[in-house]
Structure formats: structure tokens, C-alpha cells
């Protein structure tokens, strides 16, 4: 198992993890990029609403300031005109907001927009309380408002009011938008450059493997990212001495030991109770094949070590199945991969033998069935007919020196490292393997290569 595997169960049982919300974008980086952009976008929807309500009261301000004079003005320069000549001044009098109209004009409800009381009032205010005034509101889609009022002369006289806000400038919807684009693109770099040192320490542990190969960040940027990356090359190191001293010791251990079985061994045959002497001789053979496993499984991180060389993987499963086949066993072979890869060899024939002697020692019998995934990837999968793994244990027969068996009997039970042997030298050359129970009966170990192997013509 790596230091990461090793690490995780008291990572995960120390803090539960909790679930994002549905509605919201699972990495860190999408959900501050949103929470700025959604940020931007309201303030500059604000922004826009107080310019738009801005305008709107300096235009109205503006509007009834001006008509306040040329208003009364036009009012008293028609009232002081001929009757006959009022109609050609008209043209002359008329605005863009407001007209006047020589007669009743038309009726309708009073009015009840902000805009038209103001100007109203406004009116009302300006030419003087001598004439008598009313004001409606014309039906339509858009505002329209008429003051109605008597000239001296009894004519009446209609003042046609349009009112309308200053339009904006065809610059500013487009000058607002390239703002927001401009600062939701700085955001989002600046963003990006902040939780690219998350990314690259979630990077760096995924990649610490059972080599213990360390990766390591670059102890720069903001206080607060470089003491994280200090603190995880740190901790890099110490887990590669701790990995490294518990190999040392158990390789020492397992080296120790075979003086003394060797010494044990030589006494073993000069003794005269033949009954006793093959007693002795079978707990002398159990422990020296537990030291020589334990020997491997101490150089299993040797196997990222072996160099990778340009093989065809058929020759080399057909080489290592016919060696079974040459001793009686029940194995086999189907399917093939047909394109040469980039393997190791060393630690390749490791890890199917583990599995196979793991299959026959079970089920009696052990398939090995080759193909290629649609992404690429190999997948060696070695089936056999025995009484499958408990689903909950599935996990737990890759750890070393754990045996399924009860009674601990070697001949059952094994010495509990052959798994756990196979399973770190794959992870040391980048595969997995897994096991699961097949439905029909016994246990499917699959052991996948990445697509990155091929060798590309």
C-alpha cells in the first residue's frame, strides 16, 4: 500500500467530508469565478439603474425649468396675437417635448403619472392662475399629456405635452459592457492564480506512489501558499523516511532470520525421530517462505526502479502462461493486445503470478482474459472458480499479512502478502488492480494498464 492509501482512512475518519450543494459548481475555482462574476454583474446592474434614475430627474428638472419661460412666453404671445394669425406661429411655438394645439383638444382621465402631474403643475405655476387651466391624460401606449386653457378672447387653446427622458448615449451600454467583460476577465485570472497552488498540491499527492518518489512545489507566491507548500515537501520527506525505515527494518528482520533457519535446518536433518525431523522440517519450510516474502515485499518499491522497456505484451503472457501449462496447472489464455507497449517486465510477471497462484490455490484453476478498454487501457483479468471474497474484505486482503483464514494455517492461508505485493507493484508502474466477485461464481482480479503505455508507431 502507499503512504497516500496509508494516510487515508485517518484523513477521512478525522474530518467527515460534506457534500456540495446541488446548485453549485463542485471545484473551488468555478464557484469563486461565479460568486465574483454574479458580484460584478449586480453592481453594475446598480451602477446602470442610479445613472438611468439620475438622468431621468436632471432631465425632468431640466425640462420643467425651460418650460417654465417658454411656456408662459408662447401662452402670452399667441394670447396677444390676432385670432387670424395664431395658426401660423403654431409651427414656430411647437418644441420636441410640447405643442400647442388651437382648440379643445381631447379628453381623457386625469393624470396619474409622476412625469405629468410635474409638468402640470409646472405649467399651471408659470403662466399664472389668470387662466383657468385643466390637464388630462390622452390614452395611449406611450405618456401623453394636454393642458387645456382659454385665451382673453374666449378661444381655447391646447397645450399638447409628450414628455420624454433625454435618450442615453449610444456609447454607454457598450462602454459598460467591455467594463464588466474587462474585470470579469481580471477576476477570473486572478482567481485562476490563486487556487492554481491547490491544484498543484492535489497534483502532488495523487502522485505520491508507492515509490515515495516525491513531487515537489515550488515554495514561492503569497506567505500563506508557500507555507503550505513547505509544509507538504516536509511532509513528503518524513513519509519517505518512515517508509524507508520500516522497509529497512523489515528487510533486516527477513534477512536475519535465515541464518538461524539455515542453522535449524542443518540440526533438523541430523536428528534420529524421523516423525519429529518432518515436523520440524515443515514449520522450518513455512517460516523461510515467510522471510523470502517478506524479503519482496520490502523491494517491492524496486519495481519503479526497473526501466521500461519496448516489449510485446502477447509474447510475454503467452511466454509466462505456458510455463504454468509445462507444469500441469490449470491456466489459460484468451484474447490478445496486439501493439506493443512500454512494460516492465520484471515486475509485470510479478504481479500475474501472484494473481494466478492466487487463483489456483483458491479455485484450482485460473483464467487470464486480455483486452483493450475503449480509452485505450489494457486489462488483464485473471478468473477463477473458488468461493469469492467477501464484498467488505475485498479491500482489506491487499493489506500486508492479512489473511482471510482464520486458523492462520500457512497452507490455506498463505502468508498474507502475495496481494498486497501485487497491488504496489502495480501502483509503482502506474496500473491498479482490483478485485471483484464474479456472478456466476469465484473472483475476478483486474489488473488495468493506463493507455499513456503505448508505444506510438
Not at 390637464?135 to 378672447?153: I, M
Not at 496500473?431 to 473472483?443: D, F, K, Q, S
Request: net charge negative; hydrophobic share 45%.
Amino acid at each position: 500500500m502507499s503512504a497516500a492509501d496509508t494516510l487515508a482512512p485517518q484523513l477521512s475518519s478525522a474530518q467527515p467530508r460534506r457534500l456540495p450543494s446541488s446548485w453549485l459548481p463542485r471545484t473551488l475555482f468555478a464557484r469563486l469565478t461565479l460568486i465574483l462574476f454574479t458580484g460584478l454583474a449586480l453592481a453594475y446592474a446598480l451602477s446602470f439603474t442610479v445613472i438611468i434614475v439620475e438622468r431621468d430627474k436632471a432631465t425632468t428638472s431640466l425640462m420643467l425649468g425651460f418650460m417654465e419661460q417658454d411656456v408662459s412666453s408662447s401662452v402670452a404671445l399667441l394670447d396677444r396675437l390676432p385670432a387670424s394669425e395664431r395658426a401660423l406661429w403654431l409651427p414656430r411655438l411647437e418644441r420636441r417635448s410640447y405643442g400647442f394645439v388651437l382648440g379643445p383638444g381631447a379628453t381623457g382621465a386625469a393624470p396619474d403619472e409622476r412625469l405629468s402631474k410635474l409638468l402640470a403643475t409646472s405649467i399651471e405655476q408659470s403662466i399664472g392662475t389668470r387662466y383657468q387651466l385643466s390637464a388630462n391624460a390622452v390614452p395611449g401606449l406611450t405618456e401623453h399629456l394636454q393642458v387645456h386653457l382659454k385665451l382673453s378672447d374666449g378661444e381655447p387653446l391646447t397645450i399638447d405635452l409628450r414628455p420624454r427622458i433625454m435618450p442615453l448615449s449610444p456609447w454607454l451600454v457598450p462602454l459598460l459592457l467591455l467594463q464588466l467583460a474587462l474585470l470579469t476577465a481580471f477576476s477570473w485570472l486572478c482567481v485562476r492564480l490563486a487556487t492554481r497552488p491547490l491544484e498543484e498540491l492535489a497534483t502532488a499527492a495523487d502522485a505520491l506512489g508507492p515509490d515515495l518518489s516525491p513531487s515537489r512545489l515550488a515554495e514561492d507566491g503569497p506567505t500563506e501558499v508557500a507555507r503550505a507548500a513547505s509544509a507538504f515537501n516536509a511532509m513528503q520527506d518524513r513519509i519517505a523516511i518512515y517508509m524507508t525505515e520500516r522497509m529497512q527494518i523489515l528487510a533486516a528482520i527477513s534477512h536475519d532470520l535465515q541464518t538461524p533457519i539455515t542453522r535449524m535446518r542443518l540440526r533438523a536433518d541430523l536428528m534420529d525421530d524421523d516423525e519429529h525431523r518432518g515436523t520440524l522440517m515443515r514449520n522450518l519450510q513455512e517460516m523461510e517462505a515467510l522471510v523470502r516474502e517478506g524479503v519482496t515485499y520490502a523491494r517491492t518499491l524496486h519495481g519503479a526502479a526497473e526501466q521500461p522497456l519496448r516489449l510485446d505484451p502477447d509474447a510475454l503472457l503467452n511466454s509466462l502462461i505456458y510455463d504454468y501449462i509445462d507444469a500441469d496447472a490449470a491456466v489459460t489464455i484468451s484474447g490478445s493486445i496486439g501493439k506493443p507497449l512500454m512494460l516492465r517486465p520484471v515486475a509485470l510477471r510479478r504481479i500475474l503470478t501472484n494473481l494466478i497462484d492466487n487463483a489456483l490455490k483458491y479455485g484450482g484453476n485460473a483464467d487470464l482474459v486480455v483486452s483493450t478498454a475503449a480509452d485505450g487501457s489494457v486489462i488483464l483479468s485473471v478468473l477463477d472458480q473458488g468461493p469469492g471474497i467477501p464484498a467488505e474484505k475485498l479491500e482489506a486482503v491487499f493489506q500486508p499479512f492479512y489473511r482471510l483464514e482464520a486458523s492462520r494455517n500457512r497452507n490455506s492461508g498463505g502468508t498474507g502478502l502475495g496481494l498486497a505485493i501485487a497491488r504496489q507493484l502495480a501502483q509503482a508502474i502506474g496500473g491498479t488492480l482490483e478485485l471483484h466477485n464474479r456472478p456466476a461464481g469465484g473472483l475476478e482480479a483486474r489488473f488495468t494498464l493506463p493507455a499513456s503505455l503505448q508505444v506510438s508507431e
